[in-house]
Each structure stands twice: as C-alpha cells, then as structure tokens.
C-alpha cells in the first residue's frame, strides 16, 4: 500500500524466488540439516528479526509523500532483493516446507526430488497468483490513501508497528 502496485509485485516476485531456494533446499535434503541444528536454526531466526526490524525503522522514518521508506526512490532490483531477503530470512518458510511438500512425495511414483520439485514449482505459482492479486489491489487502494499526506504518514507507522510486530513473533 505505501510503495504501489509495482513495488508490490517485484517484491512478490523476489519472494518467489526464495520460494526456489526453499524448495532446491528440500529437495537436495539441505533443509532437513536446518531443523536439526538448533544453532543454525537460531542464527537465521535472529538475522531474519534484524532485517524486519531494519525495515520497520526505515518506515518510522519515512513522512508523508516519501518515495519510499527513508525518502529516497527504491529501484526495482532494490525492491526484488528485498522480496528475496524478506522471504530467505524467514526460517518458517524452510520449516513450512519440509514439512508440507514431503508428505505428498511417494517413493512408489519414482525419485523423490523431481517430485519435490514440481511440488515446489506448483506452490511457487499459487504464491505468484495470490500475492500477485493481492499487490495489485492494495496498490490501488494505496494510491487513493497516499492523496494525504497525514494517512500516508499513518500507513508509515502502521507498516513500522507491522515489521516491528513480525520480527517479535519470529524471535518467539
């Protein structure tokens, strides 16, 4: 809502591609190493909190008819590394995955990480379409809000008090 349609949809896709990550790491079994180590595990929760907290300050930061957070124009490559970062720091996802795409493997059909795979591919199209849809629409309505300067202003903190809320719950 406070970046646009466009901002929305690159991050989307930036997200999509740590989906591909996650999914090469279940497949290849470099996921299920993650679980097993508490410290590992730890240390991408924290680095994950850290960078939701880093976007919240720059979003306290940000007033009303700023570009972006901190005022400055967020490049489209910016805004796609920022989907990939917010996505790969994000130990949920990993977990999520090794323990939903698995259970629908059958050794009977053949090797199990092409069927990973495709898994993987087919979740990673569902993600694009919804977050897709739902950029879209809440760049619409964004934009309408984003007319005055005092609710851009509130949709600023709303998005800090969001990230700052995210990163809690990942750090718990």
């Not at 901002?7 to 996921?31: D, E, M, P």
């Not at 720059?58 to 007033?63: I, S, V």
Request: overall charge positive.
């Amino acid at each position: 809502m406070t970046h646009g349609a466009r901002a929305g949809v690159l991050i989307t896709l930036g997200l999509c591609t740590g989906l591909l990550v996650h999914t090469s790491a279940v497949a290849l079994g470099v996921a299920a190493l993650l679980q097993r180590s508490p410290l590992a595990f730890t240390l991408l929760k924290s680095a994950g909190a850290a960078y939701l907290l880093y976007l919240a300050w720059l979003a306290f930061r940000a007033g009303g008819h700023a570009a972006a957070p901190g005022g400055e124009a967020l490049s489209g490559a910016r805004l796609y590394r920022r989907g990939i970062l917010m996505n790969l720091g994000n130990p949920k996802v990993s977990l999520f995955f090794i323990a939903f795409l698995p259970q629908f493997a059958d050794p009977a059909n053949g090797p199990l990480a092409p069927q990973l795979l495709l898994l993987g591919a087919l979740f990673i199209v569902a993600a694009l379409v919804v977050f897709g849809a739902v950029s879209l629409l809440a760049g619409g309505i964004g934009r309408r809000l984003r007319q005055s300067p005092g609710i851009e202003r509130l949709l600023n903190r709303l998005t800090g008090v969001l990230f700052v809320l995210l990163a809690l719950k990942l750090l718990t």
